[in-house]
C-alpha cells in the first residue's frame, strides 16, 4: 500500500503547489492514501472550508491541523461536518470535529489517522502518548485496521522521537509537523514502524517558517512588531514523506521523503 | 575551499565513529577545514580535555559547544588554553574561553567561527544577532578573513532561520545544532551563505537525542525519572554539512549533507 | 470551622518553624485542621517519611505535594501507605499515591483536600481544571464533605486566578503554592470561596526562593553553576492562610494571612 | 524622602481610581516622589500619550512600561518627547525612549528610576542583572543621586529576589510589577534596599489579571478564543508600596504595602 503524507501548507504558495502537483503525484505513484497537514493554509493561519475542500478535490484523504487549528473561527464550525478534518486527539473534551477517525484507502485498505500535539515547548494540553495509546487500543493494527498514520504536531525532537518508540509496531508511521523544516532521518524503527521527525511544509522556503523572511528577521533583532506575517510568495517545496506499507501486516517496508519544487534539494522515492 | 561541519556527538558511539571515519573523509576530500560541534561528547554531557584533544586529533579543526558546555566542570579551566574549543559568544561577560576565533585552514585560508546560542525555548542569553553581528564588524569576510562559519546552537527553526537571512552575504555557513536530527533544508541562500537548519547529531540514531530510548520514553509517559539517561551504544551516524566555498568572495558555490554509518540513509557531496 | 494552611515548607529552618510553633497555633486557635505543603521539606527537595511524619505530628492533618513531589525518592514508596500525604491529582494515570482523598477534621467535619499542579511555566500534566472538575462532581461539597480545600501549586496568579473563578461556590479554599512568597490578595469570591494567590512558604525569606542567596544570585549572572543548592538557614517564617468555615454551607465567611516569625512583616487573623 | 511605587495600571477602572485617589495620597502623606507602572493602562494593553499624560497630572513623577510597552503603537514615538515615561532599560539597543532617567524629587533629592525586564517565562532579552549594573555604576547611590528605584518587571520570584540581593545596598527600593497581585514580602534586605516582589495591580481584583475573569477562565478549560480580553470594570484597588528613605544614605528605614479601595483587605503605611 502507497502512502503519501505532506507537510504543513503555507499559504497561497504552498496551496498552489500542492493543487498543481498533487494530482499528478497520486497518478504518477498511484497512491492509496495522501494525508496533508493544512494547519498554515489559510494565509500562514488556519484553514477555511473551501480551502479545505481544494487541498481534499487535489488528492488528499485526509487534512490533519496543530496549533494553528482554529486561527480561522469557521473552522470551529465546518470541521463538525467534515470527517475529513482532524484536529489534535488530546484537545480537551467538548472541543469541536474528532482528533482520529478511520478511513478506506483507494486499495480498500482500513486507515486510522490521528493528529495529536506534543507539549513540549507548546501549549498545555493532556497527555499525547496517553491519548495515542487510547486510540490504538481500540482500533489496533491488523484487527480492526490495516494502516496507522499519526501526525505528531510537536516542536521538540525528543517528544517526536519518544513517541515514534512508544508506538513502534503499533503504528504504519508517525511523522512529525510544526517545525516547517523536513528532517533527514526517516527510517523504519525496529519494530516495523516508518519514522520521520518532521514532514516540512509545503510552502516557500527561502523564508521563515514560510512566511516572508523581513518582519520575523527585523522582530527577533529590534523586539518591537512593524507589521503583520505575511505567507513568502516564492514558488513552493511540496515537502513530506513517502511509506510503502505491507498489507499483510500493516507496518512500513520502505520510506523516503519526498520534495519537489521550490528551493529545496528534490527527493522523490526510489522504490515505487 | 573544502568545508565540513559535523553536529553535536554524542556519547562514546559518537566519539568512535568520528575518531574512525573523520581521517579518511579529510583525506578522501582533501578537506580543507572541518568544524564539529562536541557539547555531548562526554557520556552525552559536555566534554572533557582528552575527549577535545581525541576529537582535534581526528581532522577537527575547531569543537564548538552549547548549553551543555560546563556539563564536565573541568572545561571551565581547559578551554582557556585550548583557543580550539569554542562556547556560546553570547555568554555573559567574564564567562571562561571564547566564543568566536580566527583559524587558518589547510589551504591558507583565515577562517572566523563562531559558536552562538538561540533563546528561543533556550536558557536566558544576551541578543544572538547582536553578538553576530559585532563579531562580523570585527573581522569582515572578504576582508579580515576568508570565510566564515556560525554554528547557531538552537531549538526553534524560526531563529535559526532568522539568523542565515540576518547574516546572509557576510558569512560562508550558518548551520544550526542541538536538535540532533538533520534537516533536509541546506541551501545556498540569495546572498551566498550557506545554510541548514540543523546538522543532525554524531550518534547512534536508533534512540532519543542519542540517549537509550527507554529512559525518556517511560518519562514521557510516567513523569517520575527511573534512571539517568545514558548514550545509546548502537552504530552513530556522522551527520552534517559540506560546503564549497569560493575563495574569492568566502560564500558558499556548493552546499550537501553527509549522512555516513548507523540508522540513516547515507548522504555523500556529490560535487567534490 | 477554622481551617489552616501553611505553604511550602522550606528545608531544617521552616520544619523546626512548623514543629516549634505549629502545636501552639493549633492550640492557640482551636484549629480543626491543618494542611501544609511539604514538598520541599527535605533539604529543599521533595520529603522523606520521616519528615512527613514529623510534620504530622506537629499538628498537620494533611501534606501536599508539587512539582518536587519525588525528589527524595522514597516518597514513591511510602506514599502509598501515607493517605495524609497528597500529590498532585492530574499526574499521569498510574502514579503512585493519591491527589485528593477525604477526611475527618476535629469538629467531625469531612474535608476534601485536592493537590493539583498548574500548567503554565510548569510541568506538562493533565488539565488542571477538568481534574479538579472531576473529584468535585464526584464529592460535592455540601452532599458529600463538608469542606473542600485545594492546593494549586502553579507558577502563574492567571492559572491560579482562573481555577479560584472556575470552583467558586464548590469549594472552601482555593490557595496557590509553588511560588514562595505570600501574595495579599486573600479574599473571598463572590460565590464564597476563599482565595489566596500564593500561601508563601515556611522557610527563611532573606534568601532566594528559601535557598542560600549567593548561588543563585551568581547563577543568574554567570549562567555557571557553582555549588549545590542548599536552604538558607536563618528563621523561618511560617506562612499561610486562616479560613473561618461556615459548617452549613461549607463557603468562607472569614478568610486572613498567618505570617509568624523570620524576616516577614507578622499577620495574625483577627476574626479568631 | 516619601516614596510611592504603584503597580501596574489595567484599564479605565484602574486609570479612575489613580486618577481619583493619587492627588489625596499626595497630599495626605506629602509625597516626594511617585512612580507607577502603566503598561496596561489603555485597554489592558499599552499605553496612550492621553492616558499616560492623565496619570503624571495625578501626580506621577514617572511612568514604567514593560512586555506591553508597545501594544499601543504611538508609545513607539510619544516615548521619545516623554522623558518620565520608561521602557525597559534591556530591550535592544536602538530601541525608541529610554530605560532609566535621572528625576529630581519635590525634597529636591535626584532619583534614578529604571524600568527592567526579566527573562524567566519572559521574551527573550539582554541580561537585565548586567543592565541595571551598568546603570548603578554610571550613577552611584550616594554620589550622583540620593535615590534609586528599580521596577523588576518580571514574572519568577526567584529572578526577582535574585535582583534584589544583587543590588542590596546600591538601591533604594526594588519592587516588582506584571503578576498584577501584590505580595506581602515587602522588607528592608540586609544592605539597606526595600524591596517587595510584586507590587500588584492598581485594577479590580475580582478578575484574572484585572480583564473580565469569563474569557480567561473559558480559555483555560477549553482552549479556544471566543472573545477579546477586557480590563473588568469593578471598583480598582490601588496596589504599591511605601518608602521611607534616609536623606543621608538613600536608602530605606522603613517600606510598608499600600492597598486601597475595591475588593483587597487596605493597608496604609503606618509609619508616615
Ligand atoms: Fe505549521
Ligand atoms: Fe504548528
Ligand atoms: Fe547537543
Ligand atoms: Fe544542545
Ligand atoms: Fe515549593
Ligand atoms: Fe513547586
Ligand atoms: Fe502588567
Ligand atoms: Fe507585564
Redesign the interface.
Known sequence: MRLMFLGDIVGRSGRQAVIQRLPGLVERYRLDFVVINGENSAGGFGITEEICQDVLDAGADVVTLGNHS?DQREA?VFIERQPRLLRPVN?????PGRGANLFVARNGARVLVMNVMG???M?????P??AVARQLDACPLGEQCDAVVIDMHA?????K???G??VDGRASLVVGTH?????????I??GGTAYM??A?MCGD?????GMD?EE??QR??????RSRFEPANGEATLSGVCVEIDEMTGLATDV??L?LGG???P?LPGFW
Do not use: N
Request: no cysteine; hydrophobic share 40%; proline share 10%.
Open positions: 482554529w470551529l484537545y480537551p473534551a467538548g472541543t507539549r513540549i515547548y501549549d498545555a494540553l493532556d497527555d502518548f496517553a516542536e521538540a525532537t525528543s517528544e522521537q519518544a513517541l518508540h512508544f517545525t516547517h523544516v523536513p528532517t533527514a532521518d526517516h527510517m524503527l525496529p521527525s518532521d516540512g522556503y527561502d523564508s521563515v517558517l523572511k520575523p528577521v527577533f533583532t529590534s523586539k518591537i512588531p523516503a521523503p520534495r528551493k529545496l534539494a527527493a
